[in-house]
């Protein structure tokens, strides 16, 4: 027995490193879902139960394949071993957001920040949790303390520009989206939040440049090609939005219901594209201003039940008129 513990332990470093390896491929990013990552950790933690750390890193793995209950319960395991470490804190409230409870998501944020001031992603998440709920003022401030903790840090950058975006400050929102890809040229996130932009902007051509180099910088992501689609169709280049559709079709399970309701829409599923929109705003209702303004949504503009879920809309389309969705 003594042999076989031995064993254990001299095996489960190799194997807690191997599991960061997996979801870190690059370490200056936020980590990915990998197959083989919460069944590494699992090991793991049977084999260094009393590890809090072994706890906190299983419980990313959970989160990233989706399986938020059983990550909550790891990372709650984590703060039981030792409650003053604030990354698992930070992970229920990722967990929490995830989940559309805000309240307890920013509790937790709140903690991390507490054990940990200086962290400047913990400052990030509160902000993301703040601009979900709308409350855009304080989202900005957090946002804006991030970015004083860790000037090189895209991520506030890029939460600055869905804030701005969503208030109407089109050029601050640029000007966000903009620092970000400087700071992470390889991050196609901003690259889709400046398509958006020049979208409500009504400049459509320098809406599909964006788009179409953040699909080439990530090209599994639906919601972006479902972006794409949008520009192109507002273009009148409708056989190509209908491939970029197909394609987004394969992958759009993937995404929220926010990005799932605006590829129901753009395919004329008006009934799914209300459900799916009215379960994203329950869930984030600081996206009701985004919608009102989405491009990828106008084709709902004109029924009672989407001005019930999101008030006035306004967006008023500027630029090529979009041709109907293919019947």
């Not at 991390?112 to 902000?127: S, Y």
């Not at 400050?169 to 398509?195: C, F, S, T, V």
Request: charged share 30%; aromatic share 8%; hydrophobic share 40%.
């Amino acid at each position: 027995v003594l042999i076989r513990l031995g064993f254990r332990h001299r095996m489960a470093g190799p194997l807690y490193n191997l599991a960061g390896v997996l979801m870190w491929p690059d370490p200056t990013r936020s980590p990915v879902y990998h197959p083989d990552a919460v069944r590494v950790m699992e090991r793991v933690a049977t084999w260094l139960p009393q590890e809090p750390a072994v706890w906190y890193r299983l419980g990313v793995a959970l989160a990233e394949a989706g399986q938020k209950d059983e990550a909550m319960a790891a990372y709650q395991r984590a703060v039981e071993l030792d409650p003053k470490l604030a990354p698992p804190w930070n992970g229920l409230g990722n967990v929490y957001s995830d989940l559309g409870q805000y309240e307890e998501a920013m509790a937790a944020y709140r903690r991390a920040i507490e054990l940990d001031p200086k962290e400047a992603g913990f400052w990030n998440n509160l902000g993301n949790a703040y601009s979900d709920l709308g409350r855009h003022e304080e989202a900005i401030e957090a946002y804006r303390q991030a970015i004083k903790l860790d000037p090189k840090l895209a991520a506030p950058w890029n939460g600055l520009g869905n804030v701005y975006r969503a208030i109407g400050q089109h050029e601050e929102a640029m000007a966000a989206y903009r620092r970000a890809i400087e700071l992470d040229p390889k991050d196609a996130y901003p690259w889709n939040g400046l398509g958006i932009v020049h979208a409500l902007r009504g400049e459509w051509e320098r809406a599909l440049d964006a788009h179409r180099r953040a699909v080439e910088l990530e090209p599994e992501d639906g919601a972006y090609r479902v972006s794409l689609a949008s520009a192109l169709r507002a273009l009148g280049q409708e056989e190509e939005a209908q491939a970029e559709l197909e394609r987004a079709r394969l992958r759009i399970e993937r995404e929220d219901e926010y990005s799932r309701a605006c590829f129901a829409a753009l395919c004329g599923e008006t009934e799914e594209a209300l459900r799916l929109l009215e379960a994203a705003l329950q869930k984030r209702p600081g996206l009701r201003l985004r919608a009102r303004q989405d491009p990828d949504l106008r084709s709902l503009h004109g029924e009672p039940r989407f001005r019930e879920l999101v008030g006035e809309t306004g967006y008023e389309h500027r630029g090529p008129k979009p041709r109907p969705p293919a019947g």
